[in-house]
């Protein structure tokens, strides 16, 4: 794995192996919450304080966490969409090939993060976040929001026609009813009463 580092907490052990098998770029015996981009943490939680541990989910790289225990010990922890949890005894070829997937599933998610206004929006994974708060959304309500946020402003004949493929005002429910839902869930997740803002005829995002 030419570009990708390994950081590895709680295992010199560990560290050595993987250091002497040289197929990472770098690897490192971890001793702060400091990476490089491109980079997989690797923690073996039997070994490090509990209050340590959950500083590294909140932490925006690939994680492997690593016990000797049963699974239930990580009940405590929010994995998020690129962290694992493996117990020994570790295949070294088994680790190798789930590393590659972690990374490559991180930059491929990575990579669909757009920023709108105040949020992150992830089109591929289809949610919406701010401040630590995570909204799942509709394949729907992505290509409205991506729609009113590359532009100056959308009227609603034109989202009809770009979302729903309608030339015309016939039948404007299904728009409508998108948009109540969508302002609706924005406001019980974050409470933002002005994310989609109508003017002028047009639809804009604040």
Known sequence: MQH?????FGSETFYKIIFDLNIFNKVYLGKDLTFVNNSIIIVFIDSLPPKFLRSFLKLNFPIILISSGEKKKTNKFNLNNFSIFLKTPIVIQNFIEISKILISKFNYLKTSNIFV???ILNS??????RDNKR??????????ILLINNSNGFTKEKILENIWNQKTQLDTHAFETCLHRLRKKIKDEFDDDHFIHLKNGKYYLL
Do not use: P
């Open 4 to 8: 990708t580092n390994l950081y590895i």
């Open 117 to 119: 206004k105040k949020y």
């Open 124 to 129: 591929n994974n289809r949610f919406i976040e």
């Open 135 to 144: 909204l799942k959304l509709t394949e729907i309500e992505v290509k409205l």
